[in-house]
Nanobody
Framework: QVQLVESGGGLVQAGGSLRLSCAASGRTFNSFAMGWFRQAPGKEREFVAV????????YYADFVKGRFTISRDNAKNTVYLQMNSLRPEDTAVYYC???????????????????WGQGTQVTVSS
């Protein structure tokens, strides 16, 4: 079992930046992939980004490519989501998730992850 705690959300103007963090505990951090998902009011949870166990494989949803960057620091048991050029449509609760193995396959499916954080609110004003 992995415990995940997100932080770094908040209110930002369109065009601004935020960095989300997700601290993990309970399992050896470099043994599993980590993902970020988000859920806006009235919408389904959707995949944002994933990073494999070592940090050298990353995938992004099309709507964040070029704006968001996922990274991890295995020494600190933490995964990050750097969000730049934020848009009002990025407003959502952002969740980090831990997969069962070194790669989350299929990476965009929430079924590939078995531990979730509590979420952090990101609000982008226009």
């Amino acid at each position: 079992q992995v415990q995940l705690v997100e932080s770094g959300g908040g209110l930002v103007q369109a065009g601004g930046s935020l960095r989300l963090s997700c601290a993990a505990s309970g399992r050896t951090f470099n043994s599993f992939a980590m993902g970020w998902f988000r859920q806006a009011p009235g919408k389904e949870r959707e995949f944002v980004a994933v990073i494999n166990w070592s940090g050298d494989v990353r995938y992004y949803a099309d709507f964040v490519k070029g704006r968001f960057t996922i990274s991890r620091d295995n020494a600190k048991n933490t995964v990050y989501l750097q969000m730049n050029s934020l848009r009002p449509e990025d407003t959502a609760v952002y969740y980090c998730a831990a997969s069962r193995g070194k790669y989350a396959l299929p990476y965009a499916s929430s079924e590939s992850y078995d531990n979730w954080g509590q979420g952090t609110q990101v609000t982008v004003s226009s």
